[in-house]
């Protein structure tokens, strides 16, 4: 199984910048994609970014340009840095990651603990 491991969260202004750090660690045979999502008090989680183990990235409308997201395979560590970020961006960012935990299994979807970023003056 996979263990995501998120950090870098916290309390910044809007206008501010945060980097988020997740993790990977455990028994599997490979990650394919990991990415992140958030979830505003009330609100349904949403998707933020994503990134393939080629590298290829996927952005939320909302976010696009001002947030970007990268992966370090070799640490199993993907990133998300957070620009010009906005009120509307505070929420818990939650890192996801789709492994195989054998060569000859399909994938499954794993989620970390979560991290808290809040935009506030």
């Known amino acids: 199984q996979v263990q995501l491991v998120e950090s870098g969260g916290g309390l910044v202004q809007p206008g501010g910048s945060l980097r988020l750090s997740c993790a990977a660690s455990?028994?599997?045979?490979?990650?394919?994609?990991m990415g992140w999502y958030r979830q505003a008090p009330g609100k349904q989680r949403e998707l933020v970014a994503t990134i393939t183990s080629g590298r290829r990235s996927n952005y939320a409308d909302s976010v696009r340009g001002r947030f970007t997201i990268d992966r370090d395979n070799a640490k199993n560590t993907v990133y998300l840095q957070m620009n010009s970020l906005k009120p509307e961006d505070t929420a818990v960012y939650y890192c996801n990651a789709e492994f195989r935990p054998r060569s000859w299994s399909s994938y499954q979807s794993t989620w970390g603990q979560g991290t808290q970023v809040l935009v506030s003056s």
């Open positions: 455990g028994n599997y045979f490979s990650i394919n994609t």
